[in-house]
């Protein structure tokens, strides 16, 4: 097991709602990326966080948003949740030096959100 | 747009076999390429990583890389029914594969 862990497991909310999605990165690790797995998919990247800034981001609307902290613990908080935000929701926490080359990154378990 | 493409399955292979599995990328300048291993309702996890051309073997596990040809495939030898599962192309780390299904048959 990576020492990656997120929280909650799973979650129940109703369209409209917003929800708060908690991560802690791997010991020594800096940097937590945050993906949106839909059924049958792979891993669509949302954004990554490197030293508490937002390092990249992928093709999601601004109603995800997310944070790290200086323990570089991380939150991904979606507002006005629609049905196609059902997904499996990964964060996966990785040591950067800073530089292009994406390192290696360790995933927790995943939250998994149902919108109904 | 970088895109990672895989061929979606099912991937059927005898027990002790090699299977076989291949992910293509857009991306010229990609430089660092991951394969994980996912589980039916569990997280991805790393198998191996790879940077340079050629192969790079762990164990039962191969990643050949041909940055000339944009391809990137993933051997793994004498073939277990545990490595059945749902198989990740990662490319420059953040941009996935939709996942390649392996079954292996007893």
């Known amino acids: 097991e990576t020492g990656v862990t997120q929280s909650p497991t799973h979650l129940i909310k109703t369209r409209g709602q917003q929800v708060t999605l908690r991560c802690s990165s791997q010991?020594?690790?800096?940097?937590v990326s945050w993906y949106q797995q839909a059924l049958g998919q792979g891993p669509q990247f949302i954004f990554q966080?490197?030293?508490?800034?937002?390092?990249g981001r992928g093709n999601f609307p601004p109603r995800f948003s997310g944070l790290q902290f200086p323990n570089y613990s991380s939150e991904l908080n979606v507002n006005a949740l629609e049905l196609d935000d059902s997904a499996l929701y990964l964060c996966?926490?990785?040591?950067?030096?800073?530089?292009?080359?994406?390192?290696?990154?360790?995933f927790g378990p995943g939250t998994r959100l149902l919108v109904l | 747009q970088k895109e990672v493409e895989q061929n979606s399955g099912p991937l059927s292979v005898p027990e002790g076999a090699i299977a076989s599995l291949n992910c293509t990328y857009s991306?010229?300048?990609?430089?660092?390429f991951f394969w994980y291993r996912q589980y039916s309702g569990k997280s991805p996890e790393l198998i191996m990583f790879?940077?340079?051309?050629g192969d790079k073997e762990d164990g039962r596990f191969t990643a050949q890389l041909n940055k000339a040809s944009q391809y990137v495939s993933l051997l793994i030898r004498d073939s277990q029914p545990s490595d059945s599962a749902t198989y990740l192309c990662?490319?420059?780390?953040?941009?996935f594969g939709k996942g390649t299904h392996l079954i292996i048959q007893p």
């Open positions: 996966a926490s990785s040591f950067s030096k800073g530089g292009q080359q994406q390192e290696t990154q360790y």
């Open positions: 010991s020594g690790h800096n940097t």
């Open positions: 966080y490197y030293r508490e800034e937002e390092n």
């Open positions: 991306d010229r300048g990609s430089q660092s």
């Open positions: 790879i940077y340079s051309n």
């Open positions: 990662a490319v420059g780390g953040l941009t």
